[in-house]
């Protein structure tokens, strides 16, 4: 047994885990930079925790996506305000800004030095500001994910800076904020969870420690998600979401993901499509083709057991095949009303550029095998 694990200096995790902010933030300064989504009621509780502490703070409001500008927009806002430490409180593409800002403050030169694939790639020098993340959404676990995912606006790319030195100084998390989440959202971004703890399970690069983690959150979305959709203010449903996402965060960080998310970069940069949409619907032509190709190239990977085994824990049915397991993802998809990719202009004259760009995505290459370019193709084809 080995590996190599690595995640968030701190978890907090818990139903009202807000109400400890308090005693964390008191660590780290007096200038706080805050980055929140505006629809987050809970920004507020924040202010005046700040105000009570006699930290002075400025805001910042995000709005959709981190893009390459608003990321240099946000980074000049806190260097001029000259923050101690930042803190993030919204989705996972607010928690992403503050991961790429926090950096930025400390480290020389442009954003584009950092990125994979359009950018140079660099290392970070020198360790971020103290950055605490606070998800308001279960979906994307980037409260525990050594990457921010940003937006190329001229290259229509979704892009990634990766350093284990992202990881937040503290992950709070608090189910109690997802409830205000509307049904649509929380199908979306609970459909990104759910394929957060599949694809690191049948990754090339998966570790018992992952395993553990990835079954737990299978079981728990498969039971949770339409709960929670369908009662957004059931505790239950919503803590399990918020743990599923979690353990999500912590299984990518160290075991990768697949081609849902290989797919999802590039068409979330040419497309106006939801991140958990697109996931939605590539997972169940994804897990088809995988199988398929396991089967026929190689017969002996076990990663075919683990796509029986998801099946099995999914429907609860101890006989379940993997056939099983797909139909049931696809009848979760309907529940949810999960819209096509059909319906964001997607089409087959795009198939080409997407690929191209997919082949190129750090989560392709944790796929349980090398697709062909056909293979690909069928993906995206069967998705519309």
């Known amino acids: 047994m080995q590996f190599d694990f690595s995640t968030t200096q701190r978890i907090i995790f818990g139903w009202g885990a807000l109400d400890k902010l308090p005693s964390i933030i008191s660590k780290f300064g007096t200038r706080a930079f805050?980055?929140?989504?505006?629809?987050?009621?809970?920004?507020?509780?924040?202010?005046?925790?700040?105000?009570?502490?006699?930290?002075?703070?400025?805001?910042?409001?995000?709005?959709?996506?981190?893009t390459d500008k608003v990321i240099n927009q946000v980074t000049a806002e806190a260097r001029d305000y000259n923050c101690d430490f930042v803190v993030s409180i919204g989705g996972g593409s607010v928690i992403d800004t503050g991961k790429a800002v926090s950096a930025l403050l400390?480290?020389?030169?442009?954003?584009?030095?950092?990125?994979?694939?359009?950018?140079k790639g660099m290392p970070i020098k020198n360790l971020p500001?103290?950055?605490?993340?606070?998800?308001?959404?279960?979906?994307?676990?980037?409260?525990?994910?050594?990457?921010?995912?940003?937006?190329?606006?001229?290259?229509?790319?979704?892009?990634?800076?990766?350093?284990?030195?992202?990881?937040?100084?503290v992950a709070l998390v608090d189910p109690q904020l997802t409830v205000s989440v509307p049904p649509k959202i929380t199908a979306s971004t609970g459909m990104d969870a759910f394929t957060q703890v599949i694809e690191p399970y049948v990754?090339?690069?998966?570790?018992?420690?992952?395993?553990?983690?990835?079954?737990?959150?299978?079981?728990?979305?498969?039971?949770?998600?339409?709960?929670?959709?369908e009662y957004g203010d059931n505790q239950e449903a919503r803590t399990n979401m918020a743990w599923v996402s979690l353990l999500g965060g912590l299984s990518l960080a160290?075991?990768?993901?697949?081609?849902?998310?290989?797919?999802?970069?590039?068409?979330?940069?040419?497309?106006?499509?939801?991140?958990?949409?697109?996931?939605?619907?590539?997972?169940?032509?994804?897990?088809?083709?995988?199988?398929?190709?396991?089967r026929e190239r190689e017969p002996q990977n076990q990663k075919?057991?683990?796509?029986?085994?998801?099946?099995?824990?999914?429907?609860?049915?101890?006989?379940?095949?993997?056939?099983?397991?797909?139909?049931?993802i696809?009848?979760?998809?309907?529940?949810?009303?999960?819209?096509?990719?059909?319906?964001?202009?997607?089409?087959?004259?795009?198939?080409?550029?997407?690929?191209?760009?997919s082949k190129r995505s750090s989560s392709m290459k944790g796929n349980p095998i090398?697709?062909?370019d056909g293979e690909l193709w069928e993906i995206l084809e069967m998705a519309l």
Request: proline share 5%; with cysteine; net charge positive.
């Open 34 to 66: 805050l980055i929140y989504s505006k629809s987050v009621p809970a920004v507020t509780k924040i202010e005046n925790i700040f105000n009570e502490l006699q930290i002075k703070w400025h805001a910042f409001t995000a709005y959709g996506e981190p």
């Open 106 to 119: 400390t480290n020389e030169g442009d954003l584009l030095d950092y990125l994979e694939v359009v950018g």
């Open 129 to 169: 500001k103290p950055y605490i993340a606070i998800p308001a959404t279960a979906g994307t676990g980037s409260e525990v994910t050594r990457n921010a995912v940003i937006k190329i606006t001229n290259k229509k790319v979704k892009v990634s800076m990766r350093n284990p030195w992202l990881l937040p100084s």
């Open 203 to 229: 990754s090339r690069f998966s570790n018992q420690l992952v395993d553990l983690y990835c079954k737990e959150g299978i079981e728990k979305a498969a039971k949770s998600l339409l709960k929670a959709y």
């Open 254 to 294: 160290n075991a990768k993901l697949g081609a849902v998310h290989g797919f999802a970069g590039p068409i979330g940069g040419m497309f106006k499509a939801p991140h958990g949409t697109i996931c939605a619907s590539l997972l169940p032509s994804v897990i088809e083709v995988n199988v398929r190709a396991l």
């Open 304 to 328: 075919v057991a683990r796509f029986e085994e998801i099946a099995k824990i999914i429907t609860q049915d101890s006989h379940a095949k993997i056939r099983d397991g797909i139909e049931w």
């Open 330 to 357: 696809k009848k979760l998809k309907d529940k949810l009303h999960i819209p096509q990719l059909l319906e964001f202009n997607i089409h087959k004259r795009d198939f080409s550029e997407i690929i191209s760009k």
């Open 370 to 372: 090398t697709l062909t």
